[in-house]
């Protein structure tokens, strides 16, 4: 998991792989804190918004790498517990080894 306190617009699911494509996120919406210094030559970021309601929120992140299909599954699931309000809403950072272009990256969000 990579920790950024950072909320920004657009798609919902983002693969970052460049430091261009990095700060330039952050352009009109700033961080709670500084970036941290990511060597883009050997990694990428993903990037997955998704929220939950719950007095309680449990994330699990998981990435696979599937190899002989050249395609990056990057899965959030959240467990819910209780019936408060209001619905939490953020996004899901991780840190993965570089994405070679021909690759393609899937998002799942699974509510549990």
């Known amino acids: 998991m990579l920790n950024l306190d950072c909320s920004v617009g657009g798609p919902n ?3 970052i792989r460049s430091e261009e494509a990095f700060q330039s996120l952050f352009d009109n919406t700033p961080c709670n804190g500084d970036l941290p210094a990511i060597d883009f030559s050997q ?3 993903l990037g997955q918004f998704g929220g939950a309601t719950g007095c309680e929120r449990f994330y699990s992140r998981r990435v696979k ?3 002989n299909e050249k395609e990056y599954l990057f899965t959030v699931k959240v467990s819910e517990c209780g ?3 209001p619905f939490e809403i953020r996004w899901h950072w991780v840190l993965v ?3 070679p272009e021909e690759y393609t990256v899937s998002f799942v969000f699974e509510t549990m």
Do not use: A, D, Q, W
């Open 13 to 15: 699911n983002l693969v």
């Open 43 to 45: 990694y990428s970021i």
């Open 65 to 67: 790498i599937k190899e």
């Open 83 to 85: 019936g408060c309000e």
């Open 97 to 99: 080894p570089l994405v």
